[in-house]
């Protein structure tokens, strides 16, 4: 729906011929790994074959995707219950994009749904004990705004416990092997957390990382096979994330991955112990290692396309490894590696929307010089360009879309849309990792923290500075774009280099940093204190107040496309219906999207549809003629 508030172009009809010409790019799907059946070689996914993500059951590699729940909201994860004789799952489900989940029990022999949780409250982070008994889940039922830990029997809810009354943001990590005791994150910041030992007999919950000099991160942890430690990805004493193993008795970190000048980011133990699966992210690129716990030598990995590599999962019986995996040329998909017969299977095979997946394009990694120096040499940033087919004849036009977080990273993979604007329109796409994206070391990752935010916006300023020195790109036909963190970045860069500029898109991006921290969900205001200033500090209020795009709308002197959901928890809707108001009340020309069933994001098809295509239009009118 549109907001219907001035007399510029809003909300306005799609042409029968662009849809007709989006429409292929539109309807790619791509399928995400849920869980391995506990005893059958067969696994659940999440897929769109109607408007939103639901759970499929598929029973072998490449076999038909059987859709089991048919929600008009996402369905974001599903478990079975590891148990004997259980036949049922647990998923989590949101309304209307509102990231209040609840908790909810799927019969697969009888397809009923049971609600689990009280409907109203924000709940997370469900993972089942090994034995299926009960499952640990983080909830903020008790205030709305602290992750309180909950214990659950599925197949007897009215038994229900709180566990643990928790303040600020919690994660459970992993049951210990006799599941007497839970592995328990504390979040504080990107840079900052802590882990703590629950044990169930005691109902107290240990701390294992105290407070210490250095400020250290800890990551996702498999508990050994012995129960006498676990693996755990941390960046104490080093630059990047590294895989450790913390022995509980002697107390004692010992890092396994010195070699690796890379972020590891995943990990999964196979049943028998032997084994860890981790992934590396290598300058963008997802790289999968096999570890042997004994010897602590790394295994030969398999052969895998080069792509972005997630949700790894060892099945409970037997010797596969789960993961998705997505290129270029191929949107997120299902896989799974045998370690015995060293083979690798494709369990899905996500429609492209009857397109030939060889038109889509590749990215190519470059390094561009930035404003400030580190070692007395221009600090140097990373971005993924990619350029328009042969038949479009350069200097390209530009978009240059930025990540959100702000602890993002643009990596390259399937485009999926994107591809649309490249094969269609002929536009170069160049996506950045400006200062305070993750990937490239903790130390960096603070670069943009408080006072500095605007160093981010400096890096866009030395982008375009870059673009005017490329002889296929037109530097006089760029476009700014961002959802979220990068919608701010979108509109930041407008109000400081619109004469640079043809256009910009806004999609839910924060406006005004004051109003932003004091109007996004209680739940998540800490963390986000944390990382852009806290707004209650009078000198930090008046900063963040100068820098806000809102603050400096009357700069924006290039058309802009805003586009938001009524739901938003995290940007609330407000900051982008002010900027709007305030660009058009200083005569700017404004388009403007507001989805009323959405939250951070478009979830359901025909909303993503409807904004793609404004976008395309937006684009066609501003950028390209």
Known sequence: DAEPDAPEIVNPAVPAELRARMNQYMNMRAAVFADWHP????????????????????????????????????????????????????????????????????????????????????NTGLLFNHRGTQAAYMSTRRNGRDNDLYLVDPENPAA?????DLKGTWVPLDWSPDDSRLLLLEQISINETYLHLFDLASG????????????????????????????????????????????????????????????????????????????????????????????RRELPPPRLPKGQISNLKFRLQGSELAFNLNSAKSPGDVYSYDLKTKMVERWTFSETGGLNPEIFLDAELIHYPTFDQVGGKPRTLAAFVTRPPAKFKPPYPVIIDIHGGPEGQSRPGFQGRYDYFMNEMGIA???????GSTGYGKSFTKLDNGFLREDTVKDIG?????????????????????????????????THFSDRLRCGIDIVGISNFVTFLESTQEYRRDLRRVEYGDERDPKMRKFLLSISPLTNAAKIRVPLLVAAGQNDPRVPVTESQQVVKTVRSGGGQVWSVLAKDEGHGFAKKPNADYVWNAIAMFLDQFLLK
């Open 204 to 295: 107290r919950a240990e701390p294992l990382t105290p407070p210490g000099v250095e400020k250290i991160a800890y990551g996702n942890a498999r508990w050994s096979k012995d129960g006498k430690g676990f693996f755990v990805i941390t960046d104490r004493g080093s630059e990047f994330q590294r895989l450790n193993y913390y022995d509980i008795g002697a107390k004692t970190f010992t890092s396994l991955t010195d070699d690796i000048p890379w972020d590891v980011e995943d990990l999964s133990l196979s049943p028998d112990g032997r084994v860890l699966a981790f992934t590396v992210n290598a300058d963008g690129i997802s790289e999968l290692h096999l570890l042997d716990t004994r010897t």
């Open 462 to 494: 030395a982008l375009l500075d870059w673009v005017a020195t490329q002889p296929d790109l037109d530097a006089k036909r760029i476009a700014v774009m961002g959802g979220s963190y990068g919608g701010y970045m979108s509109l930041a860069t407008m």
């Open 429 to 435: 796409l160049i996506e950045p990792n400006v200062r």
């Open 39 to 122: 005893r059958e070689r067969s696994m659940l996914i999440l897929t769109r074959f109607g408007d939103t993500m639901q759970v499929h059951s598929v029973q072998a590699p490449g076999a038909y995707r059987k859709q089991l729940t048919f929600f008009p909201d996402r369905v974001l994860g599903a478990s079975f219950s590891p148990g004997a004789g259980k036949d049922y799952f647990l998923f989590g489900m949101d309304t209307g994009g509102a990231e209040f989940y609840q908790l909810y029990r799927f019969g697969l022999s009888d397809g009923s749904v049971k609600l689990l949780t009280d409907g109203k409250s924000r």
């Open 160 to 164: 229900e416990k709180r566990a643990l």
